[in-house]
């Protein structure tokens, strides 16, 4: 399912719809924010028909993509930045209906995350486009306070993200990616040529069936390795909290060292949405595994009067 218009779109967003609720909520807030053209790729899992589309005048592209329930909102993000036809906007925005139903706060974390990188500049434009658009060192930009160092981030997931870095570039990476950061949330603005290291024809494989994993996935693993991708190719990770200082300072006088010393400065270190028990289980990684290990192999019933009581 598809539109499209004359226009050329400015960029082309990225979402992936598995709660319908949640992106009734979701288009409204793009309609309203955005006022340049763009473009939409929809991916949804097959229990989901076709979604209503945000009622603007600035879509000018449109397609719904329906993919099996596989990779969370990563592998059906890969797979359409696969497909031959779409537009070829360089720009992109990364969101999906994120619920977190594990957590009582969700609803309230997905809005912060959509709502800052849908921020403007108060007469209509993104700040997020115009930031990759007029500073071409910059190639990812996460939501406020969200742009996360990874060292620490990664513990069940170290073999993943190891064996990942190793197909793409050989040896053993996983101390270089523990310095740098990544997008936590999983939506980002980012440049679409960059991620191509990641659109290899055997990444499918690397994808488990889905059975409610709260981590340790090729999902969770390659979410944190979004912003290790574009530095390891020479281009820097922002977060919206950098936009304003990066816009008003003048591209050509900044060297590229300056520009990550800008970035760093100014970054926002109050994630309001940190969990006082992820950052227990962040310093103790061991006790994690253990955690992780009990979780995987409790009875479904089990998980959701956990999760039910966690939230109350």
Request: aromatic letters at 8%.
């Amino acid at each position: 399912m598809s539109h499209e218009t004359d226009q050329q779109g400015e960029f082309t967003i990225f979402a992936h719809v598995f709660y319908p609720d949640v992106w009734e909520e979701m288009r409204r807030e793009i309609a309203d924010a955005i006022h340049q053209p763009f473009g939409l790729v929809v991916t949804r899992p097959p229990s989901v028909t076709a979604v209503p589309l945000p009622d603007t005048r600035f879509l000018v592209f449109s397609r719904q993509i329906e993919l099996e329930n596989r990779g969370r909102d990563i592998l059906p993000f890969l797979r359409a930045l696969r497909q031959p036809d779409l537009p070829l906007t360089d720009i992109g925005l990364k969101l999906h209906t994120k619920r977190s139903p594990h957590r009582s706060d969700g609803a309230d974390w997905r809005r912060f995350l959509s709502h800052s990188l849908l921020e403007t500049d108060g007469q209509g434009k993104l700040l997020g486009h115009a930031v990759i658009a007029q500073e071409k060192r910059i190639a990812l930009i996460a939501p406020r306070a969200h742009l996360l160092p990874l060292d620490g981030r990664t513990s069940i997931n170290d073999g993943m993200i190891s064996d990942l870095l190793t197909s793409l570039y050989g040896g053993d990476m996983t101390g270089d990616a523990k310095l740098t950061r990544f997008a936590a949330g999983s939506m980002f603005w980012f440049r679409r040529s960059l991620l191509t290291p990641l659109l290899s024809d055997d990444i499918a494989t690397r994808f488990a069936p889905e059975h409610g994993q709260l981590d340790g996935t090729a999902a969770h693993a390659l979410e944190r390795m979004f912003s290790t991708i574009v530095e390891r190719q020479g281009y820097l990770a922002a977060a919206m909290e950098n936009a304003v200082p990066v816009l008003e300072a003048p591209s050509s006088s900044l060297s590229a060292a300056q520009l990550a010393d800008l970035i760093d400065r100014t970054l926002d270190h109050e994630n309001p949405f940190s969990l006082s028990l992820r950052d227990f289980w962040r310093k103790n990684p061991r006790l994690l595994r253990v955690a992780h290990m009990i979780y995987a192999r409790m009875p479904k019933r089990l998980i959701r009067v956990l999760r039910a009581a966690v939230q109350r």
